[in-house]
Protein backbone atom coordinates (compact mmCIF):
# COMPACT_ATOMS: atom_id res chain seq x y z
CA UNK A 1 0.00 0.00 0.00
CA UNK A 2 2.55 2.61 -1.23
CA UNK A 3 0.13 5.45 -0.93
CA UNK A 4 -1.37 5.14 2.17
CA UNK A 5 -1.33 7.55 4.86
CA UNK A 6 -1.91 7.32 8.42
CA UNK A 7 -5.63 9.65 9.02
CA UNK A 8 -7.86 9.55 12.05
CA UNK A 9 -9.68 6.79 12.02
CA UNK A 10 -13.33 5.97 9.75
CA UNK A 11 -16.08 7.86 10.47
CA UNK A 12 -18.63 6.33 12.99
CA UNK A 13 -20.55 5.04 10.12
CA UNK A 14 -17.96 2.34 9.82
CA UNK A 15 -17.45 -0.36 12.91
CA UNK A 16 -15.90 -3.11 12.48
CA UNK A 17 -17.01 -6.03 14.95
CA UNK A 18 -14.75 -8.93 15.52
CA UNK A 19 -16.38 -12.77 13.57
CA UNK A 20 -13.85 -15.36 13.34
CA UNK A 21 -10.33 -16.94 12.57
CA UNK A 22 -10.64 -19.29 9.59
CA UNK A 23 -8.26 -21.64 7.43
CA UNK A 24 -8.78 -22.61 3.91
CA UNK A 25 -8.42 -26.28 3.49
CA UNK A 26 -8.89 -29.27 1.07
CA UNK A 27 -10.38 -31.49 2.29
CA UNK A 28 -13.33 -30.48 4.79
CA UNK A 29 -14.02 -34.09 6.32
CA UNK A 30 -9.95 -34.27 7.21
CA UNK A 31 -9.92 -30.89 8.40
CA UNK A 32 -12.99 -31.41 10.80
CA UNK A 33 -11.69 -34.87 12.01
CA UNK A 34 -8.01 -33.38 12.96
CA UNK A 35 -9.27 -30.59 14.69
CA UNK A 36 -12.35 -32.12 16.43
CA UNK A 37 -10.87 -35.45 17.08
CA UNK A 38 -6.99 -34.93 17.49
CA UNK A 39 -7.13 -31.17 19.07
CA UNK A 40 -10.78 -31.63 20.63
CA UNK A 41 -12.07 -28.16 19.18
CA UNK A 42 -15.69 -28.43 20.19
CA UNK A 43 -17.59 -27.80 16.73
CA UNK A 44 -20.87 -26.30 16.82
CA UNK A 45 -22.13 -25.56 13.12
CA UNK A 46 -21.69 -27.23 10.14
CA UNK A 47 -23.13 -25.81 6.46
CA UNK A 48 -20.55 -25.04 3.44
CA UNK A 49 -17.60 -23.83 5.84
CA UNK A 50 -17.57 -25.92 9.50
CA UNK A 51 -17.54 -23.92 12.80
CA UNK A 52 -16.03 -24.77 16.32
CA UNK A 53 -16.09 -22.61 19.29
CA UNK A 54 -12.52 -21.88 20.50
CA UNK A 55 -12.84 -20.31 23.88
CA UNK A 56 -15.26 -17.94 22.99
CA UNK A 57 -13.75 -17.31 19.55
CA UNK A 58 -15.35 -18.63 16.52
CA UNK A 59 -12.96 -20.62 14.22
CA UNK A 60 -13.97 -21.92 10.85
CA UNK A 61 -12.61 -24.36 8.29
CA UNK A 62 -13.30 -22.88 4.80
CA UNK A 63 -12.86 -25.49 1.97
CA UNK A 64 -10.62 -23.68 -0.72
CA UNK A 65 -12.22 -23.11 -3.93
CA UNK A 66 -8.69 -23.49 -5.76
CA UNK A 67 -5.34 -24.66 -4.83
CA UNK A 68 -3.99 -21.11 -4.63
CA UNK A 69 -5.84 -20.81 -1.51
CA UNK A 70 -3.60 -23.07 0.27
CA UNK A 71 -0.64 -21.00 -1.08
CA UNK A 72 1.75 -20.78 2.14
CA UNK A 73 3.33 -17.55 2.89
CA UNK A 74 1.39 -15.41 5.11
CA UNK A 75 2.19 -14.80 8.63
CA UNK A 76 -1.15 -15.55 10.52
CA UNK A 77 -0.81 -18.22 13.01
CA UNK A 78 -3.57 -19.75 15.18
CA UNK A 79 -2.06 -19.80 18.86
CA UNK A 80 -3.48 -21.73 21.51
CA UNK A 81 -2.44 -21.20 25.21
CA UNK A 82 -1.36 -24.59 27.08
CA UNK A 83 -0.37 -25.65 30.28
CA UNK A 84 3.11 -27.55 29.60
CA UNK A 85 4.64 -26.79 25.27
CA UNK A 86 6.29 -30.09 25.78
CA UNK A 87 3.80 -32.68 26.98
CA UNK A 88 1.27 -31.14 24.36
CA UNK A 89 3.86 -31.11 21.23
CA UNK A 90 4.74 -34.86 23.00
CA UNK A 91 0.44 -36.00 22.87
CA UNK A 92 -0.10 -34.46 19.24
CA UNK A 93 3.37 -36.23 18.13
CA UNK A 94 1.61 -39.47 19.29
CA UNK A 95 -1.32 -39.14 17.44
CA UNK A 96 0.45 -38.88 14.36
CA UNK A 97 0.95 -34.85 13.87
CA UNK A 98 3.83 -33.44 12.40
CA UNK A 99 5.55 -31.02 15.57
CA UNK A 100 8.13 -28.85 15.62
CA UNK A 101 10.93 -28.23 18.50
CA UNK A 102 10.20 -26.91 21.97
CA UNK A 103 11.46 -23.39 21.20
CA UNK A 104 12.41 -21.25 24.52
CA UNK A 105 11.73 -17.34 24.24
CA UNK A 106 12.53 -14.78 26.57
CA UNK A 107 8.55 -14.63 28.01
CA UNK A 108 7.55 -18.34 27.35
CA UNK A 109 7.59 -21.72 25.69
CA UNK A 110 6.45 -22.14 22.06
CA UNK A 111 5.75 -25.13 20.32
CA UNK A 112 4.50 -25.38 16.42
CA UNK A 113 2.59 -27.89 14.45
CA UNK A 114 0.69 -28.60 11.17
CA UNK A 115 -3.27 -29.24 10.61
CA UNK A 116 -3.33 -32.00 7.49
CA UNK A 117 -3.16 -28.84 4.88
CA UNK A 118 -0.13 -27.47 6.15
CA UNK A 119 -1.59 -24.90 8.04
CA UNK A 120 0.17 -23.66 10.97
CA UNK A 121 -0.88 -23.84 14.77
CA UNK A 122 1.32 -22.62 17.73
CA UNK A 123 0.59 -23.73 21.44
CA UNK A 124 2.14 -21.03 23.69
CA UNK A 125 3.55 -21.57 27.69
CA UNK A 126 3.44 -18.20 29.68
CA UNK A 127 6.46 -18.33 31.67
CA UNK A 128 5.79 -17.83 35.52
Known amino acids: MPN ?6 LGRQVK ?3 DCVFYYVSDLEQSICFYRDILGFALVSRDVVARFDLGGVLFELVPASARSKLVRGGNARL ?6 VEKTLNELKERGVHVGPVQSKSNGVLGVFKDPDGNELCVWEYRD
Do not use: A, I, K, Y
Open 16 to 18: FHF
Open 4 to 9: MRCRSP
Open 79 to 84: CLRVEN
